[in-house]
């Protein structure tokens, strides 16, 4: 049995109608991946209001690790909608935090207590991460490297690598310094260079934090080489320098761990943590060392929605269900007939030159000229409309926007996993006409 269904050009009939009434009205910076709007979704199949169906290989830019619709979440949601909406946690606090902050702590676990602090987005949990950084050290320095994405406001847009849209047009704030990533393609540092690296751009006194994705997401699921988080840490812990593990994408099972830093046996002192923690609603959360928290004075950190009642209680039933349907070890699973397929697109396709990743969290990279390591984000672009067209909605990444991830929900079944790697395999052929 198909699990894709395209009935429509695409986009169809509703969805183009959709499409005029928002050039009226929705604010044109919005822009989205998919030029259909969705009627609803069921594990890592999506409907659009067309009748196509689509298999769903970005999981809402990561934010559906277990899938659309998780029968346990909606319940759980739906109950907690019934008992109470809203209170604000620093107003009438709620046992549903409480017990999420044991949950999550107890994932954390490692040499220091740890607390846990929520919030609603990605970026305000990086955003919160510098300012605990910052509070705890009195020191006001952030480090970020090459190809970092750490989100969209004033502050974390600067943390993030790519100039454009972004600090071209916005500005930057201060205090933001970048390094290289090591990376042998690119460039000719190792892990060894961190701290040289680190002393010849600022003060490392003044430094509060080291901020890394210990994958990097939007900038195309760059791995880390062997010894540089470890490097990372002995580093800032020479220079009383906190280390922050940005995990907002790469944390939630999608590696074969529940964080991936996990996989190099580091302990940050801070993780930020959003996207899949409660299974598409807003949340986002910092988990670290105790201590960091209570340097810092009363009401200093905090939001209204923060950790709001909904999305504690999807997020509670979202580790559960981690645990119980074990999908780190189908991350594992998944990994490998992903890795074992994605090999052999870059044994038959020319341009596509490098697959990386860990576990379930698998990129492939488009190049045209293996010297230079040129992108090739022509193809790129057009393999990821011709999957789309054809009923696979990929995302793209890299700062030349040459790569494809996935970022797929781990309850995808094994044939419905093939048959979207059967249609990428397609869209590759149909774009670039060759084989080797
Ligand atoms: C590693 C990382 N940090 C932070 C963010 C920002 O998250 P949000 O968009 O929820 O603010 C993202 C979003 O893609 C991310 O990938």
Same mark, same amino acid.
């Given at each position: 049995m198909r699990h894709t269904l395209i009935k429509t050009g695409i986009p169809g009939p509703k969805s183009r109608a959709l499409t005029l009434r928002r050039k009226v009205c929705v604010a044109s910076p919005m822009e989205s991946l998919a030029p259909f709007y969705i009627k609803s979704g069921r594990g890592a199949v999506l409907e659009d209001v067309d009748g196509n169906k689509f298999l769903d290989f970005t999981g809402g830019w990561g934010c559906l690790v277990t899938g659309y619709c998780p029968e346990k979440v909606v319940n759980a949601v739906k109950a907690q909608t019934e008992s109470f909406i809203h209170s604000d946690f620093t107003v009438v606090p709620y046992e549903p935090w409480i017990k999420l902050s044991e949950m999550l702590a107890k994932k954390a676990a490692g040499k220091s207590e740890k607390a846990v602090a929520f919030f609603n987005s990605g970026a305000e949990a990086v955003e919160n991460a510098v300012k605990i950084a910052r509070g705890a050290t009195r020191r006001r320095s952030i480090v970020v490297f090459e190809g970092a994405f750490h989100g969209r406001t004033l502050l974390t847009m600067t943390m993030t690598h790519r100039p454009m849209p972004y600090k071209y047009v916005f500005g930057a704030a201060p205090d933001v310094y970048r390094l290289p990533y090591p990376n042998p393609r690119k460039n000719r540092y190792t892990p060894a260079d961190f701290e040289r690296l680190l002393l010849e751009t600022v003060c490392p006194e003044d430094v509060a934090a080291v901020i890394i994705e210990p994958i990097q997401g939007e900038g195309g699921f760059n791995v880390p080489p062997e010894g540089f988080l470890q490097e990372i840490r002995r580093v800032t812990a020479k220079y009383g320098i906190l280390m922050v593990a940005d995990e907002v994408q790469s944390g939630y099972g999608r590696t074969g761990k529940f964080f991936a830093i996990e996989n190099w046996g580091v302990e940050p002192d801070l993780i930020t943590l959003g996207k899949s923690i409660a299974g598409g609603l807003p949340l986002s959360a910092v988990v670290g060392d105790k201590k960091l928290f209570d340097s810092l004075p009363k009401s200093s950190i905090g939001s209204t929605? #923060? #950790?709001?009642p909904l999305a504690c209680a999807a997020a509670i039933e979202i580790i559960k269900m981690i645990d119980t349907e074990k999908l780190l070890a189908r991350a594992l699973h998944l990994g490998k007939i992903i890795r074992r397929n994605f090999d052999g697109l870059k044994a038959k396709y020319n341009s596509v030159k490098d697959v990386r990743g860990v576990g379930a969290m698998l990129a492939i990279e488009f190049i045209k000229d293996e010297e230079t390591w040129t992108p090739d984000t022509d193809t790129c672009q057009k393999v990821i409309q011709a999957a789309r067209d054809n009923g696979v909605l990929l995302a793209g990444a890299g700062l030349h926007k040459n790569v494809i991830r996935l970022l797929l929900p781990l309850v995808i079944t094994d044939e419905q996993l093939d048959e979207g790697l059967e249609i990428i395999d397609k869209a590759i052929a149909s774009v670039t006409k060759s084989g080797r």
């Open positions: 929605f #923060g #950790g709001n």
